[in-house]
């Protein structure tokens, strides 16, 4: 199957900047697009970024212009930088990859385990 595994998450006071990375692996054939989610407690999940293959990416209005997402098609991984970052960016992040099974190419959805991005001074 596919994996996703996240990393960078942490605490950063208002006004900083955080990179997330999530590297996808398993058997892949092919992976399609690849984005970023958060929940903060009390709410629904909700899109953050999210980017094709192609390198096409579109983002949720409250980040752009602080948020960039991007990926490395080779590597199977996508990055979420994020700067200018407030309290209300405070949430766990998750990322999601739609992507293609080796031998049976089933499409999958996937999700990481999340990381923790806490903005607080």
């Known amino acids: 199957q596919v994996q996703l595994v996240e990393s960078g998450g942490g605490l950063v006071q208002p006004g900083g900047s955080l990179r997330l990375s999530c590297a996808a692996s398993g058997s892949i054939f092919r992976v399609n697009d690849m984005g970023w989610y958060r929940q903060a407690p009390g709410k629904e999940r909700e899109l953050v970024a999210i980017?094709?293959?192609?390198?096409?990416?579109n983002y949720e209005d409250s980040v752009k212009g602080r948020f960039t997402i991007s990926r490395d098609n080779a590597k199977n991984t996508v990055w979420l930088q994020m700067n200018s970052l407030k309290p209300e960016d405070t949430a766990v992040y998750f990322c999601?990859?739609?992507?293609?099974?080796?031998?049976?190419?089933?499409?999958?959805?996937?999700w990481g385990q999340g990381t923790q991005v806490t903005v607080s001074s």
């Open positions: 980017i094709t293959s192609g390198g096409s990416a």
């Open positions: 999601h990859c739609n992507a293609q099974v080796l031998r049976t190419l089933r499409s999958v959805n996937v």
